[in-house]
């Protein structure tokens, strides 16, 4: 069988899964703060239809033994394709803010599908803005020309984070005040796949909270195979379409590497001198700030709510 061939095949049988799973009933979303304490960790994903790497940050125990809120906190990907069924899980999960870290081309091509009404606050950071739109072009045209001459996917996801340490220091200084005013009520933020600009932000406030690095680390590393999973039929078929190389060099983006954000703290460390100072001079949060997030949003109860 030609690519050729073999790709409309492919694309086939992807738009008669998609019929198929229209007619399948979704099963009900469940809610790790609703479930008895021992059984959250296992549903940290949340299972919504349409929207991927959707995370509850509860449950993290930080270095003084107390632990996040359960119910709280979500970090996800692009609501784009929010299904019906997931359009009723968000209003089930009381959100007051909604944080889109995405650029302004990628809110274009793919705009948040919300409840009308919303039931709750957009706040629109985005971050990479130009720079984003510059990638995606690059990566585009080279995946069509075939020349990934000199492309090093992985010294450019090193470069974004440290910009997001540096450069864009002013949008995750709104990201946090947008946090502290919630006051403690649900709040989910997200970009594009989740993983990046909605990783370090999660990041940066587990460890303003207390969670020990490690543990941070690996809430952020937990990304890699949900985004890889949520686009793995377009990686298919790129590879069968475009080549190995284009596929391999995008599957390097869609990824996550612990250096990546061990570089954004490195960058930190370099810019403001300390994780405290970046705090205090760079995010804009005094003592009380910080007091404040750790009481409306820490529990010392054994439940975690």
């Known amino acids: ?8 095949s492919l694309l086939a049988l992807a738009l008669l899964a998609s019929a198929a799973i229209q007619f399948v009933p979704a099963p009900a979303l469940v809610i790790p703060a609703a479930l008895p304490a021992q059984q959250r960790e296992a549903h940290r994903l949340l299972n919504f239809e349409g929207i991927d790497n959707f995370r509850d940050l509860g449950g993290y125990t930080t270095t003084d033994g107390q632990q996040v809120k359960w119910g709280v906190l979500y ?6 394709e929010s299904s019906k069924a997931d359009l009723h899980g968000l209003a089930q999960l009381k959100l007051v803010t909604l944080i889109d870290f995405r650029s302004a081309a990628e809110k274009e091509k793919e705009p948040n599908h919300l409840p009308d009404p919303t039931g709750f606050k957009v706040v ?4 990479l803005d130009e720079g984003n739109k510059a990638m995606v072009g690059e990566i585009m045209a080279r995946i069509e020309s075939g020349n990934f001459d000199g492309f090093d996917p992985d010294a450019l996801m090193l470069e974004a984070n440290r910009q997001f340490a540096s450069t864009f220091t002013p949008q995750f200084r709104q990201f946090v005040h947008s946090v502290l005013e919630a006051n403690g009520a649900p709040i989910v933020w997200h970009c594009s796949a989740g993983k990046d600009r909605t990783g370090f932000a999660a990041a940066i406030l587990l460890r303003m909270l207390g969670v020990p690095q490690d543990v941070v680390m690996e809430d952020y590393m937990a990304s890699r195979g949900h985004a890889l999973d949520a686009r793995g039929s377009q990686l298919l078929l790129l590879r069968v379409f475009k080549g190995d190389e284009a596929a391999d060099k995008l599957a390097v983006l869609l990824s996550v590497e612990e250096a990546w954000l061990n570089a954004a703290f490195a960058q930190i460390d370099a810019s403001w001198g300390s994780f405290d100072n970046y705090v205090r ?6 003592e009380a700030d910080i007091a404040q ?3 409306t949003l820490l529990s010392t109860s054994a439940t975690g709510v």
Do not use: D, H, Q, V
């Not at 629109?124 to 971050?127: G, M, N, V």
């Open 1 to 8: 069988m030609s690519k050729r061939n073999l790709f409309w």
């Open 124 to 127: 629109e950071i985005p971050t």
């Open 293 to 295: 997030l750790k009481a």
């Open 75 to 80: 970090r996800a990907a692009t609501l784009a």
């Open 281 to 286: 001079e760079g995010l804009g949060l005094t």
